[in-house]
């Protein structure tokens, strides 16, 4: 006879439910809405993110148009418009809050990604929180919020510094067509590469 409770059961069925979902896919590509706090600042971005298995993604900013993160694999890219200078960061080395989100496409296991994992629900799901490994001393804590259906909707990360970052993701769109060459930089003229990591 099992004494595990019954929200334990379906908190661990829920994690798994994410898991499959995203193991299955290739690609996807969304909507995304970027609110950012902290550091003096309060500023808002938007645009469309794009997924890729093994390990690539893009983020292309519509505000402010032009603004790129990109994530081929190897490195990982930053570029703003009107900057003389391009950052690339080996993938290894990279600790920008996004990257979390590279592990959805193919090796999903929020088990093994997040440290003190946990789960409660929500008017409209569940919530799903832990420490990304290897980010404890920059974040406090990730949020994913998520439907019935393993669907992520939206994902908060709290910096140990008290800086929010709150993402909502709408107009999903699963093993939407994408190239490899989607996630390929190239610096526009007179822009220079430099290796380092960028500013927030």
């Known amino acids: 006879m099992s004494t595990t409770p019954l929200f334990a059961q379906s908190s661990d069925a829920l994690i ?4 499959d979902h995203y193991n299955h896919l290739s690609s996807l590509q ?6 950012y706090t902290g ?22 900013y519509a505000t402010p148009a032009g603004k790129v993160f990109i994530l ?3 490195n990982g890219w930053f570029y703003t418009p009107g900057d003389p200078q391009a950052q690339r960061v080996s993938a290894k080395q990279l600790d920008d809050l996004r990257s979390p989100l590279r592990f ?21 799901g569940y919530e ?28 908060r990360l709290e910096e140990v510094d008290g ?13 939407a067509p ?3 060459s989607d996630f390929v930089f190239t610096p526009p003229p007179g822009v220079t590469v430099v290796d380092g990591l960028p500013p927030i």
């Open 16 to 19: 798994q439910r994410v898991d």
């Open 30 to 35: 969304t909507h995304y809405s970027e609110h």
């Open 39 to 60: 550091m003096g600042m309060d500023r808002t971005e938007s645009g469309t993110l794009t997924l890729k298995k093994p390990g690539r993604m893009r983020w292309s």
């Open 72 to 74: 081929d694999g190897k």
């Open 104 to 124: 959805l496409l193919g090796h999903t296991q929020l088990k093994k990604e997040l440290d003190n994992l946990t789960v409660k629900p929500t008017p409209g």
């Open 128 to 155: 799903i929180s832990g420490v990304p490994k290897g980010m404890a001393q920059r974040v406090k804590r990730l949020t994913l919020g998520i439907d019935s259906t393993g669907l992520i909707l939206s994902m």
């Open 163 to 175: 800086a929010t970052t709150d993402f909502t993701f709408s107009d999903l769109h699963e093993n």
């Open 178 to 180: 994408v190239k490899n």
